[in-house]
Nanobody, 121 residues
């Protein structure tokens, strides 16, 4: 069984920083893209940042220059360094990964349970 486990959320003042981590575990044959979505109350879930196995990244415009996604393929782990946080960044952040489970024939999107990030003004 494949699992994604997130950590690192919390409460921070505006202008502060947080670092999220997401580790994939279980019987895994391969991982393609991984990334972070977020969902604020009353809003649709949006893609925040994504990174390919080779390290190519893309970000939603609202976080460019403030957030950095990185990846450690040896540990099946991604990170999201969030700097200069704003109240609008408040949301539940979800990790996802396109993962080929052991014995599987195609990649499937797996999701973490979500971690709350709250930025106070």
């Amino acid at each position: 069984q494949v699992q994604l486990v997130e950590s690192g959320g919390g409460l921070v003042q505006a202008g502060g920083s947080l670092r999220l981590s997401c580790a994939a575990s279980g019987y895994i044959s391969g991982i393609n893209a991984m990334g972070w979505y977020r969902q604020a109350p009353g809003k649709q879930r949006e893609l925040v940042a994504q990174i390919t196995y080779g390290g190519r990244t893309n970000y939603v415009d609202s976080v460019k220059g403030r957030f950095t996604i990185s990846r450690d393929n040896a540990k099946n782990t991604i990170y999201l360094q969030m700097n200069s946080l704003k109240p609008d960044d408040t949301a539940v952040y979800y990790c996802y990964g396109q993962i080929l489970g052991a014995g599987a024939v195609r990649y499937i999107d797996y999701w973490g349970q979500g971690t709350q990030v709250t930025v106070s003004s």
